[in-house]
Every structure is written in C-alpha cells, then in structure tokens.
C-alpha cells in the first residue's frame, strides 16, 4: 500500500490544521491506521491511531482532547484533526497503515507515507 500524506504548513499556536493521507493501491478497509510525528533530532512518536471501523481511537496523552483522528473507508483516506496546536506539535507528520502488535510502537507498524511538515509558531 502507497500512503500519501498532505496538509502540513505554517500555522501560529493556537490555531488548527487538518493533516490528510490517502491510500492507493490496496483497500485500507480493514487494516488501522494512524499518525506519527517527528521533531527534530527526535524518534517519530505515536500521536493518534483508528481501527477499521473506526469504532476505537487511539491518543498520545499529549493530543488527546486537541486532535481528532478519523478514516474514510469509501476513500481509502486518514485525516488528522489539529486544534489549538502548541510548538511541541511541530514536526514531520507520518501516515502509517497495516499495524502488527501494538500500536503504540511505530515498529508494528508496516507501511509509512513519506511525510508532510508542520511547523507552529509561538
């Protein structure tokens, strides 16, 4: 599967972005699908997943109540919800699919998009 992630920009803090991946070549429909970021000169962290059906989200500590993460089967798309970003969200944010153990842990996870930046200044 191709993930491709989009919607990363500049954003001052306080404000909201909507990050959004899209999958071609195989049907996400029953596989989760989640959010990683990476600050620089950081590991890339888990910030939000979703399982197939969407029934059950998952949130970094950090996110929860500001980020909302939600999946479009018919699509074959993962959007990220932002609100009242903080410069510590800033950072390369990662699509991922097809996860294997937990899915706290980005190495269980088997498939990555390249990557969209965003940057939030204070």
């Known amino acids: 599967v191709q993930l491709q992630a989009s919607g990363g920009a500049l954003v001052s803090a306080g404000g909201s972005l909507r990050l959004s991946c899209a999958a071609s070549?195989?049907?996400?429909?029953?596989?989760?699908l989640g959010w990683f970021r990476q600050g620089p000169g950081t590991e890339r962290e888990f910030e939000a997943a979703i399982s197939w059906s969407g029934s059950a989200t998952y949130y970094a500590d950090s996110v929860k109540g500001r980020f909302t993460i939600s999946r479009d089967n018919a699509k074959n798309t993962v959007d990220l919800q932002m609100t009242n970003l903080k410069p510590e969200d800033a950072g390369v944010y990662y699509c991922?699919?097809?996860?294997?153990?937990?899915?706290?842990?980005?190495?269980?996870?088997?498939?990555w998009g390249q990557g969209t930046l965003v940057t939030v200044s204070s």
């Open positions: 991922a699919a097809d996860p294997d153990g937990s899915w706290y842990d980005l190495r269980n996870w088997r498939s």
């Open positions: 070549g195989h049907s996400l429909h029953s596989n989760g």
